[in-house]
Structures are given as structure tokens and as C-alpha cells.
């Protein structure tokens, strides 16, 4: 293991530009976006991208040990935030577990070489929370589906080439779950039924789209699993958000708190019991959350520990920022270069209020862990 770690680590000391160091990541996507992306396609030349993936899929099957030292040395590294992980975490499992031979040969290697970025289109206006009130509809016209609706909040969807859609394909039985008569299709998103417009965010950022399919198009084999079983797969696909990754989500925010300490001294603030309790608070926190997901990623994935492991980290989070802006005292309130001239601090403050909604509200991770960890009725 320390051989592998100290290769990840030679190899990025030797290949990151300095200047990429921290680039991107959640409120700060626009940056250097042509950058990273030539990046991630570096990392996947040499072999760097789907480390998860088993051999015979086009990843490497490194074991579980080794993809977390490959991201703690990443986020060691301060290498910049990847573009490419909705394929490689989330749509190229999904087509491993449940997608056809032809699925997986067409799109596997262009996720692998970072030749395809992906988007996940799930949320609508009437359907987030409740994600089985999708409305978008798709039917079959010869040899294709042609889809009508729109999803919202589709991350990265201004520069994905292809979406993976929640859409209906059939009515629910009478009488029987909603979930049923729902699909899981791969569309195109260069075409013109596909229209994406911009949501601007608490940061200034556009990470988010609408995304409105006005009769788009995709072939009739475009359906991962059976028609109208697209639930499960969807199901599977969030149950794949947990992984190797999260360990090194957890070493960025050690440096965040390393950061929120070092700014209490600078301020003073650190003379204050009450922010130094605080502080010791989101570092006990922190400690107990990485104990928590070692101790639970090993295995097959559980909506039950993925649930805890998202409510720990989100409200974490959103807390450091908050101890962030009370750290600064009344600087924290001026963007001193305009509106959007965010600096570290307050782009974490703002952002951080998402993480509380984002794969799975507070809210709906509580009401998972009620009734299937603690047995509670609904
Ligand atoms: C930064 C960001 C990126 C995102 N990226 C994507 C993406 O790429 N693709 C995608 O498809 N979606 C994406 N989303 C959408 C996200 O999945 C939804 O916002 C989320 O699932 C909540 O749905 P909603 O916004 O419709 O809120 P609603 O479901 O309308 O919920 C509103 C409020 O009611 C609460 N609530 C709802 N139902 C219940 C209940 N049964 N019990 C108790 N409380 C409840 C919720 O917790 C919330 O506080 C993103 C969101 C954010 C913030």
C-alpha cells in the first residue's frame, strides 16, 4: 500500500501544475473548467480515472485501501476539483451493475479517457424530494424515444455531453407503486431538443441548469435496465454516490478547519471560549465523522450508512462555515471587490448552505434513518 500512495504522490508531485492548485469544486465550478478538464484527462492517461472499476470494464480494481490513499494524496495535493466524476462515480457503475454489453462497450472507455462528461437528470420543479412525481415523459417513435418535460438543478448540464434521465415511460398500474412505469434513459445532450439555461447561485456561480427537452431524441436501446423498472436503477445509481471520494471530501475540510484556525488566531477570535469551544467541537466532529466512514465504506453499499454519512458531513460543514463567518466578525459581511467577489470564507458560508440540501435533504436522510435504521413508523 505505501508503494501505490507513494507513486499517486510522485506522479502528482511531478505532473500538477501549481497553478491549478485548488481550482473548482462546489460554488467555484466556472473555474478554470478548460484547465481541469485537460487535466482529468491526463490523470486518465495514465490510469488515474476509475481506480473502482473492475479490470474487465476498463478500471483498474485497485482495492479499497489503495483508492482512498489515491484520494487522500489528491486532496493532499490540493489537485484541482475533478469534472469528470458523475461518469466515473456515479453513471459508470450504474451501467456496470445494471446496463448491456453494448452499453457498457459504447461508454465505459470515453468515461474512462474523460472523452464524455455526464449529468444527472433527476430533479423537476414537482418532483425533488419526491422523486417519483417525474413528469418528464418519454414514448417510443420507431426507433427512438422522443422525451417532453424538464429537469432542474442538473448540475454541470452546460458542458455534459450526455444526461442520465428519471422519465416516465408508462402509467402506474392501477391501483399499484408509482415507482412503476418510470425509466432510465441516456440522452444526448447536444441536439436540439435539449435546451439548457444558467441558474445563478447564492455564490454568483452557475453550477446548476434548467434543462428542458422539447422533443429530444435517443435510440430505443438507450434504456438502462427494463422499461418501466427505471426505479431501481436510479436507486442503485444513489446508492453508488458513497465511496473512496468521501475520505478525501473529509482531508479538503480538514484543511478548511486547519484554515478557520489559523484565521481565529490572526483575528483574535481564537481568545474568545465561546468560537474556541466551537472550534474544538468541529474538530472532534471531524475526527468522529472519518472513523465513521472507515468504518463503514468497506462492504456493499447501504442507504442506511450513506444516510448518516450525508447528514454528518452536510450539517459538519454548513457549521464550519457559519464558524467561518463569526471567526471574521463584521469583515465577513463585505465583498470588498462587488457583489460576487467572494473571498474563501464567505463562497464556503454560502455554499455550504447546499450541502444541507443536495443528494438527499437533511430532512429525507432523517426520515430514512427513522424508519429503516431505528424501526419507527413512518
Ligand atoms: C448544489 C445542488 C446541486 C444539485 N445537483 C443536482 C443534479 O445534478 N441533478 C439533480 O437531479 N438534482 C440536483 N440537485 C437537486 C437536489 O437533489 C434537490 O434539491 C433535493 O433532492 C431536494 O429537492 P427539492 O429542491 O425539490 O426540495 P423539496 O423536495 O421540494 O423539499 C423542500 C423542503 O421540504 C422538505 N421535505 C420534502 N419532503 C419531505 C418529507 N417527506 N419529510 C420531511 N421533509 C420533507 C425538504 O427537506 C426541504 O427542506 C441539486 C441541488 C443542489 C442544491
Known sequence: ??????????????????????????????????????????????????????????????????????????????????????GETLVGPTLIAFG????????????????ELWCQGYSEPGAGSDLAAVSTRARLDGDEWVLDGQKIWTSLAHVADWCFVLARTGPPPEGGSRHTGLSYLLVPMRQPGVTVRPIRQLTGDCEFNEVFFDGARTARDMVVGEVGQGWRVAMGTLAFERGASTIGQQIGFRRELDGVIALARETGAARDPAIRERIARAWVGLSALRSHTLRTIDGAP???????????????????????????????????????????????????????????????????????????PR
Not at 448491456?100 to 472523452?115: D, N
Not at 471587490?337 to 473571498?343: S, V
Not at 444541507?356 to 427513522?370: H, L, V
Request: glycine content about 10%.
Open 100 to 115: 448491456t454489453p453494448e452499453q457498457r462497450r459504447r461508454f465505459l472507455p470515453r468515461i474512462a479517457a474523460v472523452e
Open 302 to 376: 447501504s442507504s442506511q450508512d450513506a444516510s448518516v454519512v450525508k447528514l454528518l458531513w452536510s450539517g459538519w460543514h454548513r457549521a464550519l462555515g457559519e464558524l467561518a463567518m463569526d471567526v471574521l466578525g463584521a469583515d465577513g459581511t463585505l465583498a470588498r471587490g462587488g457583489p460576487d467577489e467572494l473571498d474563501r470564507w464567505q463562497r464556503l458560508f454560502l455554499f455550504s448552505r447546499a450541502d444541507t440540501i443536495y443528494g438527499g435533504s437533511d430532512e429525507i436522510q432523517r426520515n430514512i434513518i427513522a424508519t429503516r435504521v431505528l424501526g419507527l
Open 1 to 86: 500500500m505505501q508503494g501505490f500512495r507513494r507513486e499517486v504522490r510522485e506522479w502528482l508531485a511531478a505532473n500538477l501544475d501549481p497553478a491549478l492548485r485548488g481550482a473548482g469544486g462546489p460554488g467555484r465550478e466556472h473555474e478554470a473548467f478548460p484547465e481541469r478538464l485537460a487535466w482529468c484527462r491526463r490523470l486518465a492517461a495514465a490510469g488515474w480515472t476509475c481506480l473502482a472499476w473492475p479490470p474487465g470494464h476498463g478500471g483498474r480494481g485497485v482495492p479499497l485501501a489503495a483508492q482512498v490513499a489515491f484520494h487522500e494524496e489528491y486532496a493532499r495535493a490540493d489537485a484541482p476539483a475533478r469534472v469528470d466524476h458523475i
